[in-house]
């Protein structure tokens, strides 16, 4: 399955652009971060069974682990469970840097799509990851701000939704849709795609 074809906003996962699409999606991501409390960490987020602090755990874990199976070195990890925001940035500085050498978006790969770079799945999955559950954090916290998407970030949502098929079912990415009430906004009709009620 390849991705639709979209506007400059989706992620491409060019050497150029999967670093600035990265660094896009952080920056907003780490000015919610950045203003949560210490309470506000243990607050229940729309991701069942998980606390903000949880979901911050699960963006950072998972992009290492991704950057550690195809040979790209993040460093030691901070500890997110003990300062999820200071973890977070430490983390996202790292991949922002590694993304400095362009050999590093471009290494080949076998992705569950099919032949992929590292960069193009980076953006495609992770950076995608990093946008919803901006969301779920927000939530979580009562952070309107943060619980909204811009024009871009819903068009690269709502491709990347499409590009993954039944796949964005499955166990591990987003639980089953639910239904959008009648009339409901683009922004409320893609969240309950992903299995999400605003």
């Known amino acids: 399955m390849t991705t639709p074809s979209a506007p400059s906003a989706v992620p491409t996962g060019s050497p150029s652009d999967v670093r600035a699409d990265y660094l896009a999606a952080d920056r907003r991501l780490t000015a919610l971060l950045d203003g949560v409390d210490d309470a506000g960490w243990a607050s229940p987020s729309p991701c069942e069974g998980w606390a903000a602090r949880d979901v911050v755990a699960h963006l950072v874990e998972t992009q290492r682990s991704f950057c550690a199976e195809h040979g790209v070195d993040l460093g030691a990890a901070a500890d997110v469970r003990a300062d999820p925001a200071g973890a977070w940035r430490a983390h996202a500085d790292a991949v922002a840097t590694a993304l400095e050498d362009p050999a590093v978006p471009a290494t080949p790969f076998d992705g569950f799509f099919g032949p992929t770079t590292l960069g193009e799945a980076l953006g495609r999955f992770y950076v995608w990851d990093m946008v919803v559950h901006r969301w779920d954090v927000a939530r979580a916290v009562g ?56």
């Open 143 to 198: 952070d309107p701000a943060g619980a909204t998407f811009t024009p871009d970030e819903l068009l690269t949502l709502e491709v990347g939704a499409d590009s993954f098929g039944p796949a964005l079912h499955l166990d591990g990415i987003c639980r089953a849709g639910v239904e959008a009430p009648a009339g409901a906004s683009r922004e409320v009709r893609l969240l309950a795609r992903l299995g999400r009620t605003a």
